[in-house]
């Protein structure tokens, strides 16, 4: 099942993608969904980043060969680091490119793990129970900051830097989807998400052993090997294997 999150001109709804329709429902997707009985054609309505979570959870150097072209050996344990949810944009949205701030702004393609309930300390044989689907996400982060702080905060917190989208698919199975990054047309990254060094249920495991998982909260689960620049005017897409293809083009923030 695809959930989307999507706006007309009488406002914003959450619904259920259905080849070329999408019947909304009421409230929220978590828990038991009802429809409203409304429904509308996807080419009259706008994608909106599917979810707004409280908080995305990024996991760095979780590829192999994206740890060696960073410079080091992979991680014996998860890398954590969060960006605020005003990162977060939908398909379509244009990211912001911070001219004055940074000379080099780059795209991370990731599977985006989106939680389904409120959670803490979940064992990873438990992990599935606590996941509402999965999405596309990209990363993007100013590489050139990234190297100078030595955290990661500012690199990956600018507005706009966590595309999203195009929807949550409820059925992917994870553990082996390709997952491939063009920008302009051209494929810049290309792997599958068996190559990740700790798995989905050992990531939420992880992270929620430090912290109180909530609805619509976003695991970004790494980005493989290939990573790189992007230009004003830019257009980048990432898409997953039985989930979708997410795009956006980059503009000038100034």
Partial sequence: MRIARFSTDDGMSFGVIEEDSVAAIAAHPFGDLRFTGERFALAD???LAPILPSKVIGIGKNYAEHAREMGGEPPEEPVVFSKPSTTVIGPG?????????????DYEGELAVVIGRMCREVPAARAAEVILGYTCGNDVTARDLQQRDGQWTRAKGFDTFCPLGPWIETSADPADLAITTMVNGEVRQDARTSLLIHDIPTLIEYVSQVMTLLPGDVILTGTPAGVGPLEIDDEVSVTIESIGTLTNRVVSRE
């Fill in 45 to 47: 309505v706008r994608l």
């Fill in 93 to 105: 949205e244009t990211v912001a490119y911070p001219e004055k701030l940074s000379q080099r702004v």
